[in-house]
């Protein structure tokens, strides 16, 4: 064999295979609940209620863009849509993330159009899918699921000066504790954006906690780590993203684990969008 065979071998073959096990055997750091209560629910959600509360003009995408800092919609950014990154503006990117997630939430539901986000922090997504739905005429009923008191005070507030029927309920989805089914009715899709990702528990227990919520449906909009595939650049990307912002790199096996409990059909259209470059979103469902 010759020394560069013989190198390629020990360093990169040996490194990625390393790395595939360490990746998969749950040697990562994930954020404490606290560390997300913080982010959450002390500083960007209190920050989004007091100015909702202060300014009535204050929008959901106002309470949106004080994420983006700095960035205005007229600002170029590159939105990630499979195969291919697109230079667009703040805006467009903002409408084709809103659009698909709109589109494929709308497939989902078969009949009831019943609708409840899990880990909606101020709402800006089930209460622009609420008001798109009701600009058609289409009835809905929409349920808010949160951490964090001030997202969903925030939430209430949007809700009430869009004439928007929204129910709210406080409910850590990892806790032991049974959600109160007569606060978030049973059935329809839920669904969760960039929100499982902040998740904690080992694979097994989230999709344990996650198997007695009452859903027909979930589809989850997050970015997920894979085992690494030394071919495909985007995912060793994204896999070294989350790690470095100790993000939960189990969606994916928690999924899996929740349709094997609750005997659902599950698909993953993988890397598929977002508006973050590092962060590509996948598309998972699990469903009848
Ligand atoms: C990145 S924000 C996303 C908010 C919203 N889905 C959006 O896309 O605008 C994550 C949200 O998930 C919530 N969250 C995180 N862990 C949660 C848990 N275990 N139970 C309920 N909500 C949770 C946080 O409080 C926060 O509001």
Redesign the pocket.
């Known amino acids: 064999m010759e020394a560069h065979d013989f190198l390629t071998k020990k360093i990169l073959v040996e490194h990625e295979v390393k790395q595939t096990l360490e990746s998969r055997t749950g040697n990562f750091a994930t954020k404490p609940?606290a560390e997300?209560?913080r982010e959450?629910?002390s500083e960007k959600?209190a920050e989004v209620l007091a100015k909702a509360s202060e300014f009535r003009g204050f929008s959901l995408l106002d309470g949106?863009l004080l994420d983006f800092a700095g960035l205005s919609l007229d600002s170029r950014i590159d939105f990630w849509q499979r195969p291919h990154f697109n230079k667009v503006n703040l805006a467009t990117g903002l409408l084709r993330e809103l659009t698909i997630m709109i589109e494929t939430l709308r497939s989902a539901s078969l009949a009831n159009n019943q609708f409840t986000?899990?880990?909606?922090?101020?709402g800006?997504?089930i209460l622009t899918l609420a008001e798109v739905l009701a600009s058609e005429g289409i009835p809905a009923k929409y349920t808010a699921?949160?951490?964090?008191a001030n997202?969903l005070a925030a939430a209430e507030l949007f809700a009430e000066r869009s004439e928007i029927n929204l129910a709210t309920v406080r409910?850590?989805?990892?806790?032991q504790e049974q959600i109160d089914e007569n606060l978030a009715s049973p059935g329809g899709v839920w669904f969760?954006?960039?929100?499982l990702h902040?998740?904690s528990l080992p694979p097994h227990r989230l999709a344990r906690r996650l198997a007695r919520l009452p859903f027909e449906t979930l589809v989850a909009f997050e970015p997920i780590h894979k085992a690494a595939n030394s071919k495909d650049e985007i995912q060793l990307d994204l896999n070294q993203y989350i790690e470095m912002n100790s993000y939960y790199p189990f969606v994916l096996e928690a999924l899996t684990e929740l349709a094997r409990i609750r005997h659902l059909r599950m698909t993953v259209d993988s890397n598929c969008f977002g508006l973050n470059p590092k962060m590509p979103l996948s598309i998972i469902t699990l469903q009848q």
């Open positions: 609940k997300v209560l959450f629910d959600w949106l986000e899990i880990g909606s922090g101020f800006y997504r699921i949160d951490l964090s997202g409910f850590d989805v990892e806790g969760s954006f960039c929100a902040y998740a």
